[in-house]
């Protein structure tokens, strides 16, 4: 009997690999356990219920995306990652934008797991289907703001300083939490503009 390999399962395949080489060596070990304690969460958590509620292959590859995204901020840390540097130089920017540009990501390829999800589940219809995901997302962005900064009270100055990431800007959290918001509401739209891509 020939065994069929599902989309979730090449795409937690690629995400194992993936992240057991960024665990390698990275730039601050401890730093690097921080950033991952919530990924890990986040991976047991779908692998425990994905019996009982299956994203489509659309949000586990969006999710994938992020998780990969992400993988890469712990093993640098996200102040430190070269691809940050480079467009930093490339664009004359005053920071390494990478810790930005995954805080976008993590509106933009996050939002539209939580709105198949609250649609499903939830039998979200209309103006709720919209605004929901939307705040959710930016409550989940907030959250997670709040725990950097708990966490960052809790270990070493150093290591709270590489956790946060904030680069010496005091609005670091704040406009974190704007650019998923910005990428939150621009899926949001394309979710409008192409109904047949992003059908739920």
Known sequence: MQTRIS??????????????????APLDRKDWALENALALVLVGTLIATHRRFRFSSLSYLLITLFM???????????????????LKDILSLSRNPFDRIVH??????????????????????????????ISGTLAQSGLFEVVEAIVAQLVSPDLGAAYL?????????????????????????????????FRI
């Open 7 to 24: 989309v979730p399962h090449v795409l937690l395949i690629w995400y194992v690999v993936w992240w057991s080489l960024l665990a390698i």
């Open 68 to 86: 990969t995204l992400h993988a890469v901020g712990a093993h640098y840390t996200y102040a430190e990652v070269p691809l940050g540097f480079w």
């Open 104 to 133: 976008f990501a993590f509106g933009f390829l996050l939002v539209y797991p939580l709105k198949e999800l609250l649609v499903r589940t939830g039998h979200v219809r209309g103006f709720w289907a919209v605004y929901l995901p």
């Open 165 to 197: 990431g904030t680069q010496g800007d005091e609005w670091d959290a704040q406009k974190d939490m704007a650019a998923a918001l910005g990428g939150a509401v621009l899926m949001t739209i394309l979710v409008r503009l192409f109904p047949h891509t």
